[in-house]
């Protein structure tokens, strides 16, 4: 279990057939930030390729909940934490709330991760996800895999008000067309953004965009590998009413 919990930590962001960036805000700014892989693909990639747990070994199929913080991966090793720098020990800290949560059902060859960051102010969601790419290349020793090196890099920022919120994306490093294997693995791939508000939706500046029947949920799907080559589309603006 243990072995294939860190293959699937190191592949977290490149084999899964759906990212989706959930976000639930409170009136005075704070909630609850949710990005979940469904990496149910990968159960059936790793028995293709001989990687089996240990319960699989003994004829067994696991079904096991798993819940911990994104710290602890580098608490547990003292040595590792030494060779941090001040800055990397600081992005640690900012996210000693993260928790993430592992979902694997062998039987049925589910396995679905989700990092939850619960939120004081709607600032300190700012780059999320860059930071989480951060975390996840020091815990590979700073080596950064080939595919995560085609992924642009961007400044995501969140504004929310009472009657407005902006999603605000700015191309920081753009990249150059990805080789025919990362492109493939992309247009296999959703990134979808699911969004509660506490204040009924007047109109969203995204024209694809999808409403819930109160009209406090916002949902936007698009390929990833639309997202990788422009994520400015997902800059947008909504207003309540």
Request: hydrophobic letters at 35%; proline letters at 3%.
């Amino acid at each position: 279990m243990k072995k294939l919990l860190l293959l699937a930590i190191g592949l977290v962001f490149l084999t899964s057939c759906q990212f989706k960036e959930e976000i639930t805000f409170n009136k005075n700014g704070s909630g609850e930030y949710k990005l979940s892989i469904d990496m149910g693909g990968f159960m059936s990639m790793a028995k293709e390729m001989g990687q089996q747990t240990d319960s699989l070994k003994k004829g067994k199929k696991e079904v096991k909940d798993t819940v911990y913080r994104l710290s602890e991966l580098f608490k547990k090793d003292s040595e590792q934490w030494q060779r941090l720098t001040d800055k990397e020990k600081e992005l640690l800290k900012a996210l000693k709330d993260v928790s993430v949560v592992l979902h694997m059902d062998e039987n049925n060859d589910q396995m679905e991760m989700a990092y939850v960051y619960p939120f004081k102010k709607t600032k300190d969601l700012n780059n999320i996800l860059e930071k989480l790419k951060q975390v996840e290349k020091l815990r590979n020793n700073n080596i950064e895999d080939d595919a995560m090196k085609n992924m642009p890099k961007t400044e995501v920022s969140y504004v929310f008000k009472k009657h407005k919120f902006q999603r605000k994306v700015k191309l920081t490093k753009p990249v150059d067309k990805p080789t025919q294997k990362n492109e493939d693995l992309f247009n296999m791939m959703q990134y979808k953004l699911v969004y509660h508000f506490p204040y009924p939706i007047k109109s969203v500046s995204y024209k694809d965009a999808m409403l819930s029947a109160d009209r406090k949920t916002l949902i936007i799907e698009a390929p990833l590998s639309q997202v990788s080559e422009n994520p400015e589309i997902l800059d947008f603006e909504v207003k309540f009413d």
